[in-house]
């Protein structure tokens, strides 16, 4: 069964910083590395949105609002993946989680951000 684990949320001041990451299981190592992996949020009432992705060779591609600010990386061995959080708005806050194309209908609990004064 393939599970994605997210962890690493919190709260944070704006300007602050966090570092997600996405463990993976049951996804064999040559599937994980056949495509991108990529890190979703979603505010309540509002769809998922995509953040940020990065490719099996590490080219990265972000939404706009978080240009500059988000840094993804990922683990091929050990099948993870990251995301560096740094100068946080509150526009940021909302349930961060991983997916890997293969698997479009697997979700997990996802970590919650909150970015508060």
């Known amino acids: 069964q393939v599970r994605f684990v997210e962890s690493g949320g919190g709260l944070v001041v704006p300007g602050g910083s966090l570092r997600l990451s996405c463990a993976t299981s049951?996804?064999?190592?040559?599937?994980?590395?056949?495509?991108?992996m990529a890190w979703h949020r979603q505010v309540p009432g509002k769809q998922r949105e995509l953040v940020a992705s990065i490719t099996v060779r590490g080219t990265t591609n972000y939404v706009d609002s978080v240009k500059g600010r988000f840094t993804v990386s990922r683990d091929n061995a050990r099948k993870r993946i990251f995301l560096q959080m740094n100068d946080l708005k509150p526009e940021d806050t909302a349930v961060y989680y991983c997916n890997h194309p293969n698997y479009p209908h697997t979700w997990g609990q996802g970590t919650q951000v909150t970015v508060v004064s």
């Open positions: 049951g996804i064999i190592t040559s599937v994980f590395n056949s495509n991108a």
